[in-house]
């Protein structure tokens, strides 16, 4: 199969970038199973730009700067805040449903380390309208097609060109090629890599998997930002409901299951520390309390405010019986975004003719060592359009025959992938989670190498790609990624901290880059 334009993922990066393709060109966005599975349609909390009157381009700099922990692009970070209000307002006329208030302006709510109200929200549902609309407009546009059930398997790289990707049909199980002149990877983040994650399970880092084997640079896999509050059950699902942080910036607080709150003594914002603060307190306390969970107490807010604002919250938590305007909420940290990614440059360009790379799969550096709240829908819209507009500016007519895709002929058995499916995701979790040491860093490197080295053989020699299969390979090269990255960086910083150097050391103010 041929396309001009070939995206792989329907999250907004992935949608963002097709619209800004000009008509002439045809567009073909594949993804790995239903086009709805994805994180955006998951995001709840909104979109940061400045649109207050207190409020300023500088103070939003400021504040992503603050929270990057120094690791920051200075460059994008300035470029994103500038361009927000133009895009956000752009997201609007294509028919996202923002809240509004009385006045007809964005209603802006406040999310942790923002020194001023700019969240703007579809209340609960943010990531859902925006995909709502984009996907209409999708539709609407005769260039463009979705093609569901299609895994990308690996990219085909000739003479430093991108000329395509092999994809597996999961629907006939066959492996088809689909050849292209720009190719922009959108796959999302890695949440699936962990145990309790606020991501879809196909979150398995598959872009970056695919770039990393190709010898394409990854920049700080470390950087693996934890939600402090997603809904904490008993018997947990494969996905952990999020509980937006814009319920604190709302006045919740957490507490203990005595009702005692505890996030002063850690932070003067209290419940609204910066994420990583909040999360790390979090697992201290359930540490040093052998609790299974805190609780989210809402009684600050009104109930007719809490049902209004968080109507999904509210409904989700209903139907575990939770009553929201009644009771607390009990919460836990679960893996939620990473920071790192494909390293690309400000128009999104990998370095590789014709390839491309935006949202949660590309690093640009715009969050460093830590994300500010709502930046991330809002980095993928301002980087897709300028990938789309770099893309085209370099378009390459050429066509090539890609080289010959081997693969094995036996099957894996479906209980073996998913043991170690399970096994991966328990050791990321245990080892590689909120709070870090040495030595269990090294006992993961261990395990997933072994792993590693079992599976690079079996794949090149004996086994034929099935999605689940392609998944777990995915799965463990971005595992490795990660580790190895940890293992570098020997100090606290942001999101990675590590019980061995608990400060951070000027000697590691710079990205780590796995290649
Ligand atoms: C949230 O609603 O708390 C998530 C927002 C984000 O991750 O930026």
């Known amino acids: 199969m041929d396309t001009d334009i070939l995206v792989v993922g329907t999250g907004i990066a992935g949608l963002f970038f097709s619209l800004k393709i000009p008509s002439k060109y045809k567009v073909t966005i594949v993804t790995k199973k239903g086009k709805e599975d994805t994180s955006t349609n998951l995001a709840q909390g909104g979109i940061a730009a400045v649109f207050a009157k207190d409020d300023s381009f500088e103070l939003h700099i400021r504040d992503t700067l603050r929270i990057g922990e120094g690791l920051s692009n200075p460059t994008g970070v300035e470029l994103m805040v500038k361009e927000a209000p133009r895009l956000v307002k752009e997201l609007h006329t294509l028919g996202t449903q923002f809240t509004l208030n009385e006045k007809g302006e964005f209603d802006l709510g406040r999310e942790a380390a923002h020194s001023r109200r700019r969240i703007v929200h579809a209340k609960d549902l943010t990531g859902k309208s925006i995909e709502n609309a984009l996907f209409k407009k999708v539709i609407e546009s005769e260039n463009i097609e979705i093609i569901e059930d299609r895994l990308a398997l690996d990219l085909a790289i000739l003479n430093n060109r991108c000329i395509g990707i092999w994809t597996l049909n999961s629907l006939k199980d066959k492996i088809e090629f689909i050849s292209s002149k720009v190719t922009l990877l959108a796959t999302g983040g890695v949440g699936g890599l962990y145990l309790y994650t606020t991501n879809p399970s196909v979150s398995t880092g598959d872009g970056i998997a695919m770039a990393k084997r190709c010898g394409i640079k990854v920049a700080n896999m470390e950087f693996i930002q934890f939600h402090p509050t997603s809904l904490y059950l008993e018997f947990p699902s494969e996905r952990s409901f999020l509980i937006s942080e814009s319920v604190r910036g709302e006045g919740a607080i957490l ?103 935006a949202g949660e ?33 370099n378009i390459s007519n ?45 006992d993961a490197e261990t395990e997933i190498s072994l792993l590693a080295k079992e599976f690079d053989t079996k794949w090149e020699k004996e086994i034929k790609p099935t999605f689940e299969f392609s998944n777990l390979r995915n799965m463990i090269t971005v595992a490795r990624s990660i580790i190895t990255s940890a293992l570098k960086r020997k100090e606290s910083r942001g999101l990675h901290w590590v019980e061995d150097y608990p400060y951070k050391d000027p000697a590691y103010k710079r990205d780590t880059i796995d290649e």
Request: glycine residues 8%; positive net charge.
């Open 361 to 393: 799969t590309s690093c640009v550096g715009v969050h460093g060592a830590n994300r500010l709240a709502s930046n991330s829908l809002l980095e993928s819209i301002v980087f897709s359009e300028r990938a789309a507009y770099r893309s085209i500016n």
């Open 398 to 442: 050429e066509r090539f025959q890609p080289p010959e895709y081997k693969t094995g002929k036996k099957t894996m058995q479906s209980k073996d992938i998913e043991a170690i499916r399970k096994k991966i995701k328990k050791t990321m979790w245990d080892k590689l989670g909120v709070i870090r040491n040495v030595r269990e860093m090294i």
């Open 255 to 357: 507490v203990l299951k005595n009702g005692k709150s505890f996030m002063k003594k850690y932070h003067p914002s209290g419940s609204l520390a910066p994420r990583d603060v909040v999360a790390r307190s979090i697992t201290k306390e359930l540490k040093m309390t052998g609790d299974k969970c805190v609780y989210l107490n809402l009684s600050k807010i009104s109930p007719e405010r809490i049902i209004n604002r968080f109507p999904n919250i509210y409904n989700n938590c209903k139907a575990y019986g939770i009553d929201i305007t009644k009771q607390p909420i009990p919460c836990i940290p679960s893996a939620h975004y990473l920071c790192g990614g494909i390293l690309v440059d400000e128009n999104g360009f990998t370095g590789i003719d014709g390839l491309y790379a």
